[in-house]
């Protein structure tokens, strides 16, 4: 039988998803657990897996797409089957078509056993796109309460956080079927709402297939009524005090989060029920200055003038991720956490390397930069250190015989590495001038895909900031990549004597994979010889 699919609520505040990616195709074959697309949420970009095995029938929401949670996502089931059914009548959830063949499937045919209309079975969340377990922190509803659409059933601790679960249903809550501090799989029993005087043994046995469970045996609501009262009860015996003596009602969350930021509970004003203070409340929570108590001025003790607490009311604007940022993050991630990164710095004297500037710059015509000589004395340098021109690629390496430099460039959305050609080849100015193109086009967004791509070094440069020193993450599938800081000016020894120098200091991020320490610090003499002596550059 076919199985709809419905948008997943991936975490505890997303209310709409977007279909970042399908990565199955309508009639591709499907097994239980293959990801089916990619899903952006409010958090973050997640893989969205299967948990049925099938033909890809239909896809709901394309790419690009959003669409509330529970909207219709997929559908698979066997090749060929008709679900002109399912999508006519698209407002038939997944769970209500369970529901209906777990009904037909398990009921004995003379004695035929429903849920009776109205009554909603309310089962643990998945509140979490990890979660696979729930413990019920505590209860805000006991059997019998009457329950509103949007209130607060009960607060669950997942795998990552203890969250607020809001009732979907209005009714009144008939049985509960996991204790306080009582866990269970996603989609156990959690509870169950309905009109006050609904049969639950009936309801217990419809929802178990018609035998008996260890939730039926707790379902009767005088067995339940009392023990609630008692939980109650222990509860405001265990709630935190106010200095008058008053109770204090918050949930676990809540708690937590003044903890974290210093709120006193006794200063906020709870939303939640009975005047319970809810994750909201904190949140929302803005410090009223009070005044200081009058003290009477004696010999004995001097008045004490009263301090203004600064009053502010916090504000978030949350900004939508460009498609580069996502890529940036996507990438910077895979590789620092699949490459093992070292780091090795030296320090460069730089004299030299300005006299020659300033030389081959009073030329007419000519503009050399030091990020143009870094990059020419890389290029050199790669050709007699090739291990550091290499990639990884599982079983064996792949050494480049061709130099292709990477260039950090910053843009307003974030980071591109356009890329110079055969960089090796290439003369000081010819560098610089292929880098200001490159470069320029890239800050108008009209460099090519191509022009970025092929990288076998990247070289990154913040010196023009006062940077002096800073380690740069590998641009993949490059094994190595130079962060270039600041030309400081600063007292350096020369032959035993104090004098003025200008000094500067790289430092080289190595894939420890591909390169070993020895060689990385190998490159870097040969680097430094270069810029410490320009003039071996224009041979």
């Not at 035929?112 to 729930?134: A, C, H, K, Q, Y």
């Not at 019920?136 to 601790?157: F, R, T």
């Not at 049969?199 to 023990?227: I, N, R, Y």
């Not at 930021?261 to 009975?274: E, P, Y």
């Amino acid at each position: 039988m076919a199985e709809v699919i419905n948008m997943p609520r991936l975490s505890d505040t997303m209310e709409e998803g977007t279909v970042a990616k399908w990565l199955k195709n309508v009639g591709d074959k499907v097994e239980e657990g293959d990801i089916l697309a990619e899903i952006e949420t409010d958090k973050a970009t997640m893989e969205f897996e299967s948990f049925h095995e099938g033909t890809l029938l239909h896809i709901g929401i394309e790419e690009g797409n959003g669409a509330p949670v529970d909207s219709l996502l997929a559908i698979i089931g066997e090749e060929g089957e008709d679900i002109s059914g399912l999508l006519n009548g698209g407002s038939e959830s997944s769970s209500d078509s369970a529901k209906e063949e777990a009904e037909e499937s398990s009921a004995p045919a003379s004695e035929p056993v429903d849920i009776p209309e109205g009554v909603e079975i309310v089962t643990m969340p998945r509140l979490s796109d990890t979660m696979e377990e729930g413990t019920v922190a505590s209860w805000l509803k006991s059997v019998g309460d009457e329950v509103e659409e949007g209130d607060i059933l009960a607060e669950i601790e997942t795998d990552k956080a203890t969250m607020e679960f809001e009732s979907f249903y209005s009714g009144i809550l008939l049985h509960i079927g996991i204790q306080e501090g009582e866990g269970a799989p996603v989609d156990s029993l959690l509870a169950i709402i309905g009109p006050e005087g609904t049969d639950v043994d009936a309801v217990l046995k419809a929802q178990a297939g018609g035998g008996s469970s260890k939730s039926a045996s707790k379902s009767e609501p005088t067995k339940e009524e009392a023990p609630k009262a008692e939980t109650s009860s222990q509860k405001e015996e265990s709630a935190p005090a106010t200095q008058d003596g008053q109770r204090i009602f918050a949930s676990p969350l809540a708690k937590k989060i003044a903890e974290e930021k210093g709120i006193n509970l006794a200063d906020v004003k709870g939303t939640g029920d009975n005047g319970r203070i809810v994750k909201k409340d904190i949140e929302n929570f803005a410090p009223v200055a009070k005044a200081a108590p009058s003290v009477e001025k004696t010999e004995a003790s001097p008045a004490i003038a009263p301090v203004a607490l600064p009053v502010g009311e916090e504000s978030v604007e949350e900004v939508k991720n460009s498609t580069m940022r996502k890529v940036i993050a996507k990438r910077l991630g895979e590789s620092k956490f699949s490459a093992p990164h070292y780091y090795l710095t030296i320090e460069v004297d730089m004299d030299n390397a300005k006299a020659s500037r300033a030389q081959i710059n009073s030329l007419p015509d000519t503009k050399v930069s030091f990020n143009d000589m870094v990059l020419k004395a890389c290029a050199m340098a790669l050709k007699k250190h090739p291990q550091v021109n290499t990639t990884w690629n599982g079983d064996s390496m792949l050494y480049k015989h061709h130099v292709h430099m990477g260039v950090a460039v910053a843009v307003d959305e974030g980071l591109v590495v356009p890329v110079v050609k055969f960089a090796d080849q290439l003369s000081l100015t010819q560098l610089g001038t292929a880098v200001k193109d490159l470069a320029g086009r890239a800050r108008n967004k009209k460099i090519k895909p191509d022009e970025m791509e092929g990288s076998t070094f990247t070289v990154s440069n913040l010196g023009m900031f006062g940077i002096q020193e800073f380690t740069s993450i590998i641009n993949q599938p490059n094994s190595a990549i130079l962060s270039v800081g600041a030309i400081v000016e600063k007292p350096v020894v020369k032959n035993g004597e104090i004098v003025p120098g200008s000094t500067m200091k790289v430092t080289l991020a190595c894939d420890h994979r591909t390169v070993d320490g020895a060689t990385g610090a190998q490159f870097l003499q040969t680097l430094r010889a270069y810029l410490e002596n320009p003039v071996t550059m224009l041979a």
